[in-house]
């Protein structure tokens, strides 16, 4: 090979890798994926056990989706192996009701068995206790582990083709690539497209935040 050639095939490959690269951040189809670490959703009255009369969510940072954040406060939650998860994150703002979300590897370490579940859906969940500066809360029910999920505007599920409460079938890409079943399409208007996979689902497929995925297509 002369150089002229070797120069001409260099600029060639240079320029596929390129364009390969930017179809990829353009194609219309990625997910941007978010980790949920181990967090707890708390009701006012439930806060005011754990952190005192009164007592309001500080927050510390802002979180993709729309008004919710990470606040300051933090709890440990014990289960009946009397073994402790310290320093979980209380998420804002404030809930209805007191909802704890730990992934199977938590629950394990808890000595629990909660029920994959939708936000919001604590029906027959897991009992669990949690502990805060000011006193302990020990919940008949309340923790889950969170079921994959995605959430997109309603713009984002008509160009997916998809509706609130679909199941769909999701890539994630990379080294250790994985395909997920049973992910739930949340569509609303004021959510930001965002799937949302918990710390087990993250590290089976080698991810961190910032990952990419892509539906496949629908399960129903
Ligand atoms: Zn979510």
Do not use: C, W
Request: no cysteine; proline share 5%.
């Amino acid at each position: 090979m002369d150089d002229k050639t070797l120069i001409e095939e260099i600029t060639r490959r240079v320029l596929a890798a390129v364009q390969e690269g930017a179809s990829i951040s353009q194609d219309p189809r990625i997910i941007p994926v978010g980790i949920s670490v181990r967090h707890v959703h708390i009701s006012a009255a439930d806060l005011e056990v754990l952190y005192g009369p009164g007592h309001q969510l500080t927050p510390l940072r802002d979180l993709y989706q729309e008004g919710e954040f990470a606040a300051k406060e933090r709890v440990a939650l014990v289960g009946p192996k009397m073994r402790a998860l310290e320093g979980v994150r209380i998420l804002g703002p404030m809930r209805q009701r007191t909802q704890v979300e730990v992934s199977r590897t938590d629950a394990v370490y808890l000595g629990l068995n909660p029920p994959v579940r939708p936000s919001g859906n604590l029906e027959g969940s897991s009992p669990i206790t949690l502990v805060g500066p000011k006193g302990t809360l020990t919940l008949p029910e309340g923790a889950i582990v969170a079921n994959r999920h995605i959430h997109m505007n309603l713009a984002d599920a008509q160009r997916f083709g998809v509706s609130d409460n679909d199941l769909v079938q999701v890539e994630v890409l990379g080294e250790k690539g994985l395909i997920f079943n049973n992910v739930q399409v949340r569509a609303k208007d004021s959510f930001r497209l965002e799937m949302h996979l918990d710390t087990d689902d993250a590290n089976a497929s080698g991810i961190t935040t910032g990952a990419q995925a892509r539906i496949l297509g629908k399960q129903r």
